[in-house]
Every structure is written in C-alpha cells, then in structure tokens.
Nanobody
Framework: QVRLVESGGGLVQVGGSLRLSCAAS????????MAWFRQSPGKEYEFVAS????????KHADSVNGRFIVSRDNVKSTIYLQMNILRPEDTAVYFC????????????????????WGQGTQVTVSS
C-alpha cells in the first residue's frame, strides 16, 4: 500500500523559511512523479511544484517561483519543498502527491493526474 507522509510544517514569521519533507513507502519511488499542492479553507487544491521521476525536471507555480524549490532523494524515497521568503498568502495545508509514470517526462501540474496523496501538513505564516 502506497503511503505518503508529510512533515516539517509549522508557524513561521513573514520572510522566514521552512523545509517540508514527504516520505514515501509501499512503492518503487523512482517510478513516481511527485508534486506539492496546497489548500486553503474553502479553496481547491493549488499546484505548488512538481518533480519528475529522476529529479531532473521540475516545475514551480508562478506564485512561488524563485522562493520555493522542490527536490527529491530517490535513495531515501523522499521529496522536499524548501520554502523561503514566506508570505502570509503561503498559509495553507500542504500536501504531497504522487503518480506512477512509465517515462521520465515533464511532471504534471494538475491535481487530477495524481493518484496518491498524503494527509497534509499545516504551514502558517504570521505577519
């Protein structure tokens, strides 16, 4: 059974940094494209960043480009989201998601394409 577990969320001041982690188990991690999404109360999932199977291809939402960096470690079966220069509008529950891919193509940005999801971790940015 595929399991994704996020960690690293918390309360941080404006301009601060956090590093989220998502540990995967029950899958061949290197076969999965992975992504981070976030969700605020009453809103739909918002794409944050995604990374292809081997980590060579990444995508970041315009709203976080230059501040957040997604990466993965296939040995540790873990993806990361380094979040810098945090803003109040970054406050949300952050979810990692994965989907098995037969090729190492560009990672998807739509939540509908991801089949496995973690339980989420809260990030709160205070002003």
């Amino acid at each position: 059974q595929v399991r994704l577990v996020e960690s690293g969320g918390g309360l941080v001041q404006v301009g601060g940094s956090l590093r989220l982690s998502c540990a995967a188990s029950g899958l061949i991690f290197s076969e999965y494209a992975m992504a981070w999404f976030r969700q605020s109360p009453g809103k739909e999932y918002e794409f944050v960043a995604s990374v292809g199977r081997d980590g060579s291809r990444t995508k970041h939402a315009d709203s976080v480009n230059g501040r957040f960096i997604v990466s993965r470690d296939n040995v540790k079966s873990t993806i990361y989201l380094q979040m810098n220069i945090l803003r109040p509008e970054d406050t949300a529950v952050y979810f990692c998601a994965g989907v098995r891919r037969v090729s190492a193509g560009a990672p998807a940005i739509s939540s509908r394409e991801y089949t496995n999801w973690g339980q989420g971790t809260q990030v709160t940015v205070s002003s």
